[in-house]
């Protein structure tokens, strides 16, 4: 029988390269959206008429309830959150209702109505944040540095105790920082490829960023999409990293993204308080040796090929959105 999979954040980065990656595994997929007037299908153009796309809302757990007695899927992707991080400052009671409590709203909707579902929680490596150990495993003990943080190691953990109180499937990738061309403009790595295309264009002449020195592990969103689904085929649930295992500055992402298009980063990046953040997590690099023991998953997709890819679709995009514009 045909599988079926629930992708809460259908529309987000992960969501749409999550539905591609199922669709063509031969799943129907069900994607769940909020009621909103300003709905963005553009991550999911291109396979939204192979989608059933359904309403609900993880602050609602009554909408939850309906979308699961309604479609009864085998495997549940939780990918729903409040998920910027400079955003979870200003907002951090509406982050913790969504990225934390969210969880549980659906848990407790999986634990009493489809307790055979296989459930997958988008954990994050910010909830390490003041590092104490250098690289992270699923051991190394968690001090997240914002609400954002805060709020995935609540979500995180809620998804432990009820795979150990209620003995459901449920596993957490604890994922570190995965980019793609379809990242919002709001994350430095989208933000960077964004202006040096601008700026090779000739449509702009600097790029404001905060603070050069945090270091990440960088890897491409659509190689982690599959250790999400591949933790759904195991027969235990259980917590995996999924990351790259090296880590490279914002100043080196800025370096590279410029040199691609035959430009000096320093002539055109300025540093600027106003995206400083009240504290920083300084360093992330992920050890994934679990994941790929356990899982067989690798990464494929080097620093420096992202990179490229980001800055090479900005510079179409913003093209083509200049000839638009006339």
């Known amino acids: ?5 629930l992708i809460t954040g259908l529309t987000g980065q992960d969501g749409s390269y999550l539905a591609e990656f199922l669709l063509d595994k031969g799943y129907d997929v069900i994607g769940m959206i909020r009621r909103s007037s300003t709905v963005n299908f553009e991550r999911i153009a291109h396979i939204q008429d192979d989608l059933q796309i359904v309403q609900g809302d993880v602050l609602d757990e009554m909408s939850l309830r309906d979308v699961l007695q309604r479609h009864k899927p085998d495997e549940v992707y939780n990918l729903a959150a409040q998920s910027f991080v400079q955003t979870s400052w200003q907002q951090a009671v509406l982050t ?3 990225t934390a409590l969210g969880v549980t709203r659906l848990l407790n909707a999986v634990r009493d109505l489809a307790r055979d579902v296989r459930f997958y929680q988008a954990s994050s490596s910010e909830m390490f944040g003041k590092v104490v150990e250098v690289p992270q495993t699923e051991r190394t003990p968690f001090y997240p540095r914002s609400p954002y943080g805060v709020a995935k190691l609540y979500g995180h ?9 209620y003995q459901l499937h449920a596993s957490s990738g604890i994922l570190f920082n995965h980019e793609s061309p379809r990242r919002g403009l709001e994350f ?3 933000k960077i490829a964004n202006h040096v295309a601008r700026i090779k264009l000739g449509l702009s002449t600097e790029l404001r960023l905060g603070d050069l020195d945090p270091q990440r592990d960088w890897g491409f969103a659509g190689d982690y999409v599959e250790a ?3 933790m759904l085929q195991q027969d235990e649930p259980d917590d995996y990293v999924v990351a790259t295992g090296e880590t490279h500055s914002v100043q080196e992402y800025c370096e590279l993204a410029f040199k691609h298009v035959g430009l000096e980063w320093r002539d055109h990046v300025v540093q600027d308080e106003e995206f400083m953040r009240p504290t920083e997590v300084q360093l992330l690099i992920g050890d994934a040796a679990k994941a790929r023991d356990c899982l067989g998953w690798r990464p494929t997709t ?3 090929e992202l990179v490229a890819m980001m800055v090479d679709a900005d510079l179409e995009l913003v ?5 638009q514009a006339g």
């Open 228 to 230: 999400m689904w591949l």
């Open 96 to 98: 913790g209702e969504t």
């Open 188 to 190: 430095v790595t989208r």
């Open 157 to 165: 953990w809620i998804t432990v105790n009820y795979r150990e109180s």
């Open 302 to 304: 080097r620093f420096e």
């Open 1 to 5: 029988m045909t599988r079926r999979a």
């Open 319 to 323: 093209a083509r959105q200049h000839r």
